[in-house]
């Protein structure tokens, strides 16, 4: 159980608080708890709630930097004081231009700190004393701590993420915390986690760092005081945060179909909009999976409702090309909808026959250029986009069967989902496993072996879209029991070797290449595929493939692989003419979860986050690179093996690259929660997360 944890947050105070300036130059905390700004306009000290001038602490900001009368001559020529520590036990350090020094029982001096085979003689130093009674500094040469007689040093790469180190405060508890020209880091002698841009600060250019009584940090920069605290919280309340966010703000049309928002102010959220995207199945489906879900877990009644209305929102994307002018093969499933009382006509701009032809030309040599991609229902009341994609039919397969397992409760609504599922696995085989739309064969719902065996343009696909098709058939036969489904697999494995594609499902040269959003179909697939699949010897086979998969995707912490992988392949041995191996996800699969599901920030804007300045990191090699492209650029992870935590970049969906070190926009976008909640639920449900 993972109980209540400390869930980290940020508020900023500003000029609009009462400061008499965003450049806020110190901070500093009174006796009696009080936070005391220094800004560029004069002092000003938090008293209920607001800011208000003052010039009563003087002498608070002039002790942090007032050298002890006995080191004073030492001192002499040792540059600038830039901070004064005093410990525990009347001992004192100075942090100076020209060095570190030392006061206690052996006299005064400077110090020159050692660790190894390292030796430093560091400048530009600041200082500090945690609750423990260790000594801490911080240099252009990395950091360094002093307890029980030696010190630690620590560079990039022993973590610290960034070394233009510009201020240090160390916490009761033994926490640090340091400023940086960019960002601000705290370290618990553990985990170092790197706070950089709006998300958490006003301005990187951090000036000066306070620690209170509660382990909360007061981070002046020059833009303004960043309070960043934490608030104890469960896993479970962080989980219906999102959805009271989601039910606000990411929903569209009465259907409530589930899609990131739009605010007109960055940061704020008032005055939001929602627009469809060419993937609403696709999260509608993942979101609508994590309360079918919640509800197998905890048999709560809203999480049912939630997932029926999920069900409803999709099952209108098969309802709605029905009986319409350009009406297309049953079985046929629309990517999405637009009530045509918006009042514009999504047909005009690129989707005109001359912005697709330009399209064509300049982005994507295989667009289908046809007219309408958004033909009108048959009642006029929508309209519906054609040329759905294979993510849209991951999704949806991901959806349904766990709606029909946990959710539908009566033959009525297990019915209508089997009727959705035959009439579209019906609509595949019987276009040569591809789905069409009114005016042929869709971009991307192509699954048929004449495409994927004898088409060169499809090769990095085939293994992926036999996944798909085999995970659709299985459970095409698990909702109707109809053998056809089961001799229709069989014709593709034995006739076009689909099993053996699956072993190698996706075209990638090493950790980090290839394309992230195939990975998040991929997995889906495989859930059900292995899930759903009566052979043994075919299932054990599809679980070893899936294995390779998942050690592909472990560094990156994701807790839905995790959950998706871990439900069908713990203890589960594979043996081949090599001998028998584990299947089990390796030992550091939960606590990478966990720690993911911790870290997820509360706030979804799509604030910038800037990594590639970083110390800790290691790029990715351009031999992973495709030789389409040949360079991979601006991607890496920490020299721990793993990708940047989730609290340390910005994606939007689980089809996000976790490798790329620049991530985000301008605090304009609020994204869905259902990353969050999908995997906790999952988690819960499998029983890797107890209920709290």
């Keep these: 159980m993972v109980g209540v944890f400390p869930q980290e947050m940020r508020k900023f105070h500003t000029e609009a608080d009462g400061l008499p300036s965003n450049d806020v130059r110190a901070v500093a905390l009174a006796k009696r708890g009080q936070v005391v700004a220094r800004t560029a306009k004069g002092d000003a000290v938090l008293e209920g709630g607001r800011w208000q001038a003052t010039t009563r602490f003087a002498a608070l900001f002039a002790a942090k930097k007032t050298v002890p009368p006995a080191m004073r001559p030492r001192l002499a020529k040792a540059g600038e004081v830039l901070a004064v520590a005093l410990g525990p036990e009347g001992e004192a350090a100075v942090g100076t231009e020209q060095g570190l020094f030392v006061s206690d029982q052996a006299g005064a001096r400077q110090v020159f700190p050692s660790h190894g085979s390292r030796r430093w003689a560091p400048t530009n130093v600041t200082v500090s004393y945690d609750g423990l009674g260790r000594l801490w500094f911080a240099s252009r040469q990395g950091v360094g701590c002093f307890a029980d007689g030696k010190w630690t040093l620590y560079t990039g790469a022993e973590g610290l993420p960034y070394d233009d180190i510009t201020a240090v405060a160390a916490a009761a508890d033994g926490t640090v915390w340091f400023g940086t020209a960019i960002g601000a880091i705290r370290f618990d002698g553990s985990a170092w986690a790197y706070r950089q841009g709006k998300r958490w600060l006003p301005s990187d250019t951090v000036r000066d760092i306070a620690v209170d009584a509660d382990g909360n940090a007061w981070v002046a920069t020059d833009g303004g005081m960043s309070f960043i605290h934490f608030n104890g919280m469960t896993l479970a309340e962080k989980a219906r945060h999102y959805e009271e966010e989601i039910d606000k703000y990411n929903r569209r049309t009465k259907f409530g179909y589930v899609i990131e928002a739009h605010a007109h102010q960055a940061g704020k959220k008032t005055d939001t909009r929602v627009g469809d995207s060419d993937n609403d199945g696709l999260w509608t489906s993942m979101y609508g999976a994590g309360e079918c879900f919640a509800y197998g877990a905890t048999k709560d009644p809203l999480a049912k409702r939630r997932a029926k209305r999920a069900f409803e929102a999709l099952r209108f994307l098969s309802e709605a090309p029905k009986g319409s002018e350009h009406e297309p093969p049953p079985g046929f499933i629309a990517r999405t909808v637009l009530p045509t009382s918006v009042g514009r006509d999504p047909n005009d701009g690129g989707y005109t026959l001359e912005g697709q032809r330009k399209f064509r030309e300049e982005r994507d040599g295989y667009w289908r250029i046809y007219e309408p991609r958004w033909p009108k229902s048959a009642d006029g009341r929508y309209y519906w986009k054609s040329d759905t994609s294979s993510d849209e039919l991951d999704g949806h397969y991901f959806f349904y069967p766990l709606y029909y397992d946990l959710v539908a409760d009566s033959e009525e609504e297990k019915s209508a989902v089997r009727e959705i599922v035959r009439a579209n696995i019906d609509h595949l085989i019987a276009h040569d496993f591809s789905m069409h739309d009114h005016a042929g064969k869709t971009r991307w719902s192509v699954y048929g072996p004449r495409d994927l065996h004898q088409d060169p343009e499809w090769h990095q696909e085939r293994g992926l879209k036999s996944l798909s098709i085999l995970s659709y058939l299985n459970v095409a036969y698990h909702m109707t029991g109809d053998r056809k489904y089961r001799d229709v697999a069989r014709r593709l494995r034995e006739e076009h070797a689909y099993h053996t594609n699956v072993m190698w499902p996706k075209y990638q040269r090493g950790i980090g290449s290839g394309n992230q959003s195939d990975d998040e179909m991929a997995f889906m697939a495989y859930y059900n595929l ?12 599809y679980l070893a493939s899936f294995a390779n998969s998942w050690r592909q995707e472990e560094p990156e912490m994701n807790p839905f692989f995790n959950f998706c992988f871990a439900s069908q392949a713990m203890g589960v041995e594979y043996t081949t003419i090599w001998g028998t191996f584990d299947l089990s996800p390796w030992p550091t699969w939960l606590a990478d979860s966990i720690d993911t599901l911790r870290r997820f920030p509360l706030d979804r804007f799509d604030w910038r986050h800037t990594n590639h300045h970083r110390k800790d990191l290691i790029l990715l090699s351009d ?48 994204g869905s929660g259902t990353v969050y909640t999908l995997p906790y639920y999952m988690g819960l449900y499998h029983g890797f997360i107890a209920a709290e």
């Excluded at 292995?530 to 086979?541: A, G, H, I, Q, W």
Aim: aromatic share 14%.
């Design 623 to 670: 031999h992973w690179a495709d030789a389409y492209d040949d360079t991979i650029r601006g991607q890496g992870y920490r020299n721990n093996g793993k990708v940047l935590p989730v609290d340390e970049r910005y994606f939007n969906h689980w089809n996000a690259s976790p490798w790329a070190l620049d991530t985000g926009g301008s605090g304009h976008v609020i």
């Design 530 to 541: 292995v899930k759903y699949e009566p052979d043994t010897d075919l299932k054990k086979m």
